[in-house]
């Protein structure tokens, strides 16, 4: 059931939602951290070391060694020694421009982009004692812990997600059961109201064709009791229709049908229904248009969307149908009427069960299940139907795929 299947999906994206912030946070955090405790501790160590008197080659901290070495600065900014060492003995020049840059910084502290170093400037004597340690295995460590948390994080995502997946399922079970019991109920009650306003309707329609009642009143009460009993019987029937529909909905449609045929049928039969109306009523229809298809069931939309367009179009106004390809694999067919266009809020709403979109509508015959009918339909024929309006126009589209004969056995008209 698409009910099902929808809140299954927002119950999916919903958890998935959730999950995404949780892991996200909760990874940013941990890395954060982690970054900041490593700051703290080469910062530690730069100090460790410049207030050191005789430094070895390698800080131990923990299972890390962290290389660094010390430049020691005059009062004329020359390099007058140098303590530790960092990998291969680098030339004066490199050491000069090193101590320049560490020298020129506004901030005592920091660290040199272009050489992958941490440094730490302290007063000596007159001059500078200036500690030097290698961020390079830092980068990497932040790398390599940045890359480990987006695999886990992501392989974490795809297995809630599946565990979502099968939690929705049991998730909505009980309310699909209560959607199955509903149309289940709605069916039942249709079919069991449809026998006793049968006998309602014949009991009256005698009592009206005997002698005329002793009053005008009498003959006025049977004619409302006829009257209400048939549209209480529409009604009824539209239900079991929908129902009908509904249930069907999950069994593969085998069969092919004519699509202009049924069409160009339909619209013969409801010219003399617009010329009543002083309405026109004119069609443009591609011959030989097939799809897998119920050819009573495309009637019944047929029917649906032209009594709809007949009903709502304006005073002496005008309905047009077109059937057309689209796209070499699919097929629309389009019912537009003119009147007044359908606010763009109300173009979903005017396909659920009873909805009757304003005081305008709600005055004409009809008891809003006519478009739920026509949607079910459409939906059984694996097609989907919406509702467009503009320039005074309203447009009810429906596409379909196309059959194409020779591709697919097993199908018979």
């Given amino acids: 059931m698409k009910e099902l299947r929808r809140l299954r999906i927002k119950f999916v994206v919903s958890n998935m939602v959730m999950v995404t912030l949780v892991i996200g946070l909760a990874f940013l955090a941990v890395g954060y951290f982690t970054k900041q405790?490593?700051?703290?501790?080469?910062?530690?160590?730069?100090?460790?070391?410049?207030?050191?008197?005789?430094?070895?080659?390698?800080?131990?901290?923990?299972?890390?060694?962290?290389?660094?070495?010390?430049?020691?600065t005059d009062g004329n900014n020359e390099i007058i020694g140098v303590e530790g060492q960092y990998g291969l003995e680098p030339d004066q020049d490199s050491l000069e421009r090193l101590a320049a840059q560490s020298l020129a910084a506004s901030a005592d502290g920091g660290i040199l982009e272009l050489y992958q170093l941490r440094y730490?400037?302290?007063?000596?004597?007159?001059?500078?004692?200036?500690?030097?340690?290698?961020?390079?295995?830092?980068e990497a460590?932040?790398?390599?812990?940045?890359?480990?948390?987006?695999?886990?994080?992501?392989?974490?995502?795809?297995?809630?997600f599946g565990i979502s997946c099968l939690l929705s399922k049991w998730a909505v079970a009980p309310v699909g059961q209560s959607i199955k019991r509903e149309k289940q109920f709605v069916a039942d009650a249709s079919h069991e109201l449809k026998t006793p306003l049968t006998v309602i309707m014949a009991n009256?329609?005698?009592?009206?064709?005997?002698?005329?009642?002793?009053?005008?009143?009498?003959?006025?009460?049977?004619?409302?009791i006829v009257q209400e009993a048939e549209e209480?019987?529409?009604m009824v029937e539209e239900m079991l229709a929908l129902a009908k529909t509904e249930a069907e909905s999950a069994r593969k449609i085998r069969s092919v049908c004519n699509l202009s045929d049924v069409v160009i049928e339909s619209v013969l039969s409801f010219e003399a229904v617009f010329y009543q109306g002083n309405k026109?009523?004119?069609?443009?229809?591609?011959?030989?248009?097939?799809?897998?298809?119920?050819?009573?069931?495309?009637r019944q939309l047929m029917r649906i969307l032209l009594d709809n367009a007949e009903k709502y179009s304006s005073e002496e106004g005008k309905a047009r149908?077109?059937?057309?390809h689209i796209n070499g694999k699919k097929v629309r067919l389009t019912v537009s009427?003119?009147?007044?266009?359908?606010?763009?809020?109300?173009?979903?709403?005017?396909?659920?069960?009873?909805?009757?979109?304003?005081?305008?509508?709600?005055?004409?015959?009809?008891?809003?299940?006519?478009?739920?009918i026509a949607q079910s339909i459409v939906e059984r024929h694996r097609g989907r139907i919406w509702a467009e309006s503009s320039e005074g126009e309203n447009r009810f589209i429906a596409e379909f795929s196309v059959y194409e004969p020779g591709k697919r056995a097993g199908f018979r008209r």
């Fill in 280 to 298: 026109e009523l004119c069609s443009s229809v591609e011959e030989g248009v097939c799809i897998r298809g119920e050819e009573e069931q495309l």
């Fill in 120 to 138: 730490l400037r302290r007063p000596f004597e007159s001059g500078y004692r200036i500690a030097y340690m290698d961020t390079s295995m830092g």
């Fill in 337 to 372: 009427n003119s009147g007044t266009e359908i606010p763009e809020e109300k173009r979903k709403e005017i396909f659920e069960r009873f909805y009757r979109s304003d005081s305008s509508r709600s005055d004409r015959k009809g008891y809003g299940l006519g478009l739920a």
């Fill in 204 to 224: 009256a329609q005698l009592l009206a064709e005997q002698e005329p009642p002793a009053d005008r009143d009498g003959a006025r009460w049977l004619a409302n």
């Fill in 37 to 72: 405790k490593m700051d703290r501790n080469d910062e530690r160590m730069l100090w460790q070391a410049a207030a050191a008197e005789s430094v070895p080659e390698f800080w131990d901290v923990g299972s890390i060694r962290a290389p660094y070495f010390i430049l020691i």
């Fill in 232 to 234: 209480m019987k529409k």
């Fill in 141 to 160: 460590f932040a790398e390599g812990m940045w890359r480990n948390l987006a695999v886990i994080g992501s392989a974490v995502w795809v297995a809630l």
């Fill in 321 to 324: 149908i077109c059937l057309e």
